[in-house]
């Protein structure tokens, strides 16, 4: 019996293989955010990858030209390419989320360029995949105002022939005044610090 087991097995190792498995399309592991996606001189393209909304939404180029609607979230299927044509080395591309279902309009970039101060797009690296080819930077959306569940799954495009670059994050004002106020409380302290040791003289 075991060596039938053994001599099935040889066999069926053997055997050429037929199929080959198709990469899952996996999430990337780093995304950054805030970022800047900067154009590496000529053709850019998108293609959509996805939506998991639940609301209606098209994406606009809105910098450095307004360009627009591409891909409604709901009917477009993923692969979907449009040109965005040629930009100079450098040139920030800065792309707009309209959600039709709420009126809403959200912004790649820095959390000031939202109605609410959220930061509603994160960026990674898209190496290409068997279902989305193209290699290039992956922008993701959130869709709801104030940030909603923040999972970044609401659509997901594409971008080829730029770079990211994450950006630093704005201290919000609550925490400028903090950081002024101490600076402020410092500069009092060692003021009268110095005053002290100079009458102690």
């Known amino acids: 019996m075991v060596l039938r087991a053994r001599f099935l097995l040889a066999g069926f190792l053997s055997l050429p293989v037929l199929f080959t498995p198709v990469p899952a399309l996996a999430d990337p592991i780093t995304m950054l955010s805030p970022f800047q996606l900067r154009s590496d001189g000529g053709m850019s393209t998108i293609q959509f ?5 639940g609301f209606d939404s098209v994406l606009f180029l809105t910098s450095p030209e307004e360009q627009g609607p591409f891909f409604p979230n709901h009917s477009t299927p993923p692969g979907a390419t449009a040109n965005l044509g040629s930009f100079a080395s450098g040139t920030e591309l800065i792309f707009g989320l309209q959600v039709l279902t709420t009126g809403d309009q959200f912004f790649t970039g820095p959390a000031s360029r939202n109605a609410d101060g959220v930061v509603h797009a994160r960026a990674s690296l898209w190496p290409g995949t068997p279902a989305i080819p193209m290699g290039g930077v992956l922008v993701a959306f959130e869709d709801l105002f104030g940030g909603g569940d923040s999972d970044f799954n609401d659509f997901r495009f594409v971008v080829s022939n730029v770079s990211v670059a994450q950006t630093p994050a704005v201290p919000e004002p609550g925490t400028l005044l903090m950081l002024g106020t101490g600076l402020a409380a410092l500069v009092r302290r060692a ?11």
């Open 49 to 53: 990858l996805d939506s998991e909304a």
């Open 191 to 201: 003021s009268k610090h110095r005053t002290h040791r100079t009458d102690l003289i």
